[in-house]
């Protein structure tokens, strides 16, 4: 029985991280900060190689019994999809996903694209979140590059990034925000938000700092967390973005190309 002085749980459904920066270490590390009790179900493990991102996808039944177990324990508040390698995995947490007794926030990060290694995803993995999940999100987290592999269209400007939002906004989701971040050309990193009511440009000065593994993780699981405090999506993706900037501004240096955002950057900010 959970009382009202203790946190809300929220799980995140992602893939673990050898080197911790993105994954469900970065979704734990997140809730922590913004005082929430993380659950995570492991749906692969990522081991960080010098160029190459090995991928281990678990058996779908293991997925589903880490599912069945957490629910059973805790009543979830809110749930982040990360990380899922295979079509079946997809297909499970959407039938999950659809049981669950009560409306709670959904946060979708379709991962089919890392800094560490260059990828394409299948096109059936592509299929499969558009098709089963996208409808049962309450905002989706695409960056630029899967949001190109998601409509198809080549996101050059603020013009065809928008007309992208509004392709995917189709898919049944409530609402997308696209991360432009270090991708999109200009001195700002700037993130397209588009909801049922309307749509607005999130910018904050685009760092140099090579250390944004886990950026994308980080701020999709700050917008689940502001989300569950009752917040609205404008807030809580505003919130997100000045949340994930200190953690990259933070960051922790692995090599001259790279390094992982630190969530607990944010300390110094909250009251
Ligand atoms: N160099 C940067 N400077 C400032 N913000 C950034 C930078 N890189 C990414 N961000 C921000 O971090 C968040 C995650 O974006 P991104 O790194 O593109 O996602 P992903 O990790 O999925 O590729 C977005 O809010 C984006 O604007
Ligand atoms: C398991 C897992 N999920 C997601 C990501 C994506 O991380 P980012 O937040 O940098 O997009 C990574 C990156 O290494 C990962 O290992």
Avoid at 48 to 76: C, E, G, H, R, Y
Avoid at 245 to 264: C, D, K, P, R, S
């Amino acid at each position: 029985m959970q009382n009202k002085n203790q946190p809300a749980v929220v799980l995140t459904i992602a893939g673990a991280d050898s080197l911790s920066g993105g994954g469900l270490q970065a979704d734990l590390a997140t809730f922590n900060e913004l005082k929430l009790y993380g659950l995570a179900t492991v749906t692969s493990i990522a081991a960080v190689q010098p160029d190459n991102l090995k991928i281990t996808p678990l058996p779908a039944t293991l997925v589903q019994d880490q599912l069945q177990s957490q629910q059973a324990a805790f009543q979830l508040r809110g749930v982040k999809i990360g990380l899922l390698p295979t079509v079946e995995q997809v297909e499970l947490v959407a039938t999950w996903i659809k049981q669950l007794p009560e409306k709670i926030p959904v946060v979708v990060d379709p991962v089919l694209v890392f800094k560490e290694a260059q990828t394409d995803a299948a096109v059936g993995l592509r299929d499969a979140y558009l098709r089963e999940l996208f409808p049962l999100a309450t905002i989706i987290t695409p960056n630029l590059t899967e949001a190109m592999q998601l409509t198809g269209q080549a996101l050059v400007n603020e013009q065809t990034v928008a007309r992208a939002g509004q392709a995917l906004l189709q898919t049944g989701t409530q609402s997308v925000v696209i991360k432009g971040g270090h991708r999109l050309a200009g001195p700002m990193a700037k993130d397209y938000l588009l909801t049922q009511d309307g749509n607005q440009w999130l910018t904050s000065p685009k760092l140099t700092s090579n250390n944004n593994n886990g950026a994308g993780c980080t701020f999709s699981a700050a917008i689940l967390s502001y989300l569950v405090q009752g917040n609205s999506l404008e807030t809580a993706v505003a919130q997100a973005k000045t949340f994930v900037q200190h953690a990259i501004e933070a960051g922790l240096t692995i090599n001259e190309q790279q390094g992982n955002v630190w969530q607990g950057a944010n300390r110094e900010y909250s009251s």
